[in-house]
């Protein structure tokens, strides 16, 4: 098959071999990508092996109700938030016990973005029984919004690729 992304293999590919592997149990909660990131690390053929739950939590209620999150938190720094990005996590964590969790949190456009939380802007945070790291991403704000969500899923498999070839002892 063609990639017109140029890359040889995919990277949900290479995360799917780690996962598959180590008998990894991951969990998502996503935001700003909106599933995206779930539907590409469940397009590998036996993902239910190392897929335990995934959740699109868009509202802020959610973000509570499912995985915790503080109204606190929200109300301080906001959704879109290296805060609420851990916060994600962590409750994922919790509510799930997977081995590995990612979480997403941004402004995927072309509206809704400010001065000091840019269309493009993103927050994704990897936790597992050891180890916790969230990273912002600034993507060109002029993309059109599939192509935003493409790209942020992209950065977050990145992330976690690094994270479970990093971390996969821990």
Same mark, same amino acid.
């Given at each position: 098959?063609?990639?017109?992304?140029?890359?040889?293999?995919?990277?949900?590919?290479?995360? $799917?071999?780690?996962?598959? *592997?180590?008998?990894?149990?991951?969990?998502?909660?996503?935001?700003? #990508? %909106? @599933?995206? =990131?779930?539907?590409?690390?469940?397009?590998?053929?036996?993902?239910?092996?190392?897929?335990?739950?995934?959740?699109?939590?868009?509202?802020?209620?959610?973000?509570?109700?499912?995985?915790?999150?503080?109204?606190?938190?929200?109300?301080?720094?906001?959704?879109?938030?290296?805060?609420?990005?851990?916060?994600?996590?962590?409750?994922?964590? $919790?509510?799930?016990?997977? *081995?590995?969790?990612?979480?997403?949190?941004?402004?995927?456009?072309? #509206? %809704? @973005?400010? =001065?000091?939380?840019?269309?493009?802007?993103?927050?994704?945070?990897?936790?597992?029984?050891?180890?916790?790291?969230?990273?912002?991403?600034?993507?060109?704000?002029?993309?059109?919004?599939?192509?935003?969500?493409?790209?942020?899923?992209?950065?977050?498999?990145?992330?976690?690729?690094?994270?479970?070839?990093?971390?996969?002892?821990?």
């Amino acid at each position: 098959m063609f990639n017109i992304f140029g890359n040889k293999e995919k990277v949900e590919n290479k995360v $799917a071999k780690i996962l598959f *592997d180590n008998s990894l149990i991951i969990s998502t909660a996503e935001s700003c #990508t %909106g @599933g995206l =990131l779930s539907s590409r690390l469940t397009d590998i053929s036996g993902s239910s092996r190392y897929i335990k739950c995934n959740f699109v939590t868009y509202s802020n209620d959610m973000k509570q109700a499912l995985l915790g999150v503080s109204e606190e938190t929200l109300e301080q720094f906001g959704a879109v938030s290296k805060e609420c990005a851990e916060e994600m996590a962590i409750g994922l964590h $919790a509510r799930t016990n997977a *081995d590995v969790v990612v979480c997403t949190t941004g402004i995927a456009g072309p #509206t %809704g @973005g400010s =001065l000091n939380k840019p269309v493009g802007l993103m927050y994704v945070s990897i936790k597992s029984k050891y180890k916790s790291v969230v990273r912002e991403f600034r993507l060109n704000p002029k993309l059109k919004r599939t192509k935003m969500k493409y790209k942020f899923t992209q950065c977050a498999l990145e992330m976690l690729l690094e994270f479970l070839t990093d971390n996969i002892n821990n």
